[in-house]
């Protein structure tokens, strides 16, 4: 599913419940979210996510007094920010590295340093890293990991979002619109 969509699932559930407060979406039990979830098809693994859901919002309650930005605060080190993304359900350490790297990058929250954000390489990233020529044409997600620590590795996935929207925008999987590209002169060109 698009990012955007899977991103707005926590909007879409406010607009739903008619509320964001932590304790409201507390008092929704598991049964009512995968309602919720599979009424409004706001996932294609509706069960799934609503447990996931569900299960987030009991451990921001439990663990961060209800108030997720404790997870962040405090200029913490990249480490810790991924470290404790990945301990919700369903994490894993694409989605904790993407989350920290949207935090720093996007909200400008200060870590005290960025070293542990690698980039959070999908289908465009690899697709843009290889015909760029940044790695080997037949390179894996591995690969394009350690090739953006060693590009940058004061923050390895400081070119994840730039090479995401590059490849959503110019460099399609059937198309190269190379002349619009932002890069153009910049990329080998490897198709
Ligand atoms: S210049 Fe062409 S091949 Fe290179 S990233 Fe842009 S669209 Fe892709």
Same mark, same amino acid.
């Given at each position: 599913?698009? #990012?955007?969509?899977?991103? !707005?699932?926590?909007?879409?559930?406010?607009?739903?419940?008619?509320?964001?407060?932590?304790?409201?979406?507390?008092?929704?039990?598991?049964?009512?979210?995968?309602?919720?979830?599979?009424?409004?098809?706001?996932?294609?693994?509706?069960?799934?996510?609503?447990?996931?859901?569900?299960?987030?919002?009991?451990?921001?309650?439990?663990?961060?007094?209800?108030? #997720?930005?404790?997870?962040?605060?405090?200029?913490? !080190?990249? #480490?810790?920010?991924?470290?404790?993304?990945?301990?919700?359900?369903? !994490?894993?350490?694409?989605? #904790?590295?993407?989350?920290?790297?949207?935090?720093?990058?996007?909200?400008?929250?200060?870590?005290?340093?960025?070293?542990?954000?690698?980039?959070?390489?999908?289908?465009?990233?690899?697709?843009?890293?290889?015909?760029?020529?940044?790695?080997?044409?037949?390179?894996?997600?591995?690969?394009?990991?350690?090739?953006?620590?060693?590009?940058?590795?004061?923050?390895?996935?400081?070119?994840?979002?730039?090479?995401?929207?590059?490849?959503?925008?110019?460099?399609?999987?059937?198309?190269?619109?190379?002349?619009?590209?932002?890069?153009?002169?910049?990329?080998?060109?490897?198709?």
């Amino acid at each position: 599913m698009k #990012a955007e969509r899977a991103w !707005s699932i926590p909007y879409r559930i406010k607009s739903i419940i008619g509320s964001f407060d932590i304790d409201d979406l507390a008092s929704v039990s598991l049964d009512s979210y995968k309602e919720i979830f599979n009424n409004n098809t706001l996932h294609r693994f509706n069960d799934t996510m609503a447990s996931v859901f569900y299960e987030a919002v009991h451990d921001i309650k439990a663990k961060y007094n209800g108030d #997720a930005s404790r997870i962040w605060s405090n200029n913490s !080190s990249s #480490a810790k920010v991924a470290y404790d993304f990945l301990q919700f359900k369903g !994490s894993g350490k694409k989605i #904790a590295t993407m989350a920290a790297n949207i935090l720093a990058r996007q909200f400008k929250v200060p870590f005290s340093d960025y070293y542990s954000i690698d980039i959070s390489p999908d289908v465009h990233i690899l697709r843009v890293m290889r015909r760029t020529g940044l790695v080997s044409y037949d390179a894996d997600l591995d690969s394009v990991i350690y090739r953006a620590r060693e590009l940058n590795p004061e923050f390895p996935g400081i070119i994840d979002f730039s090479c995401w929207e590059i490849g959503r925008t110019w460099c399609r999987p059937n198309h190269s619109n190379c002349e619009e590209c932002i890069i153009c002169n910049d990329c080998k060109k490897i198709l």
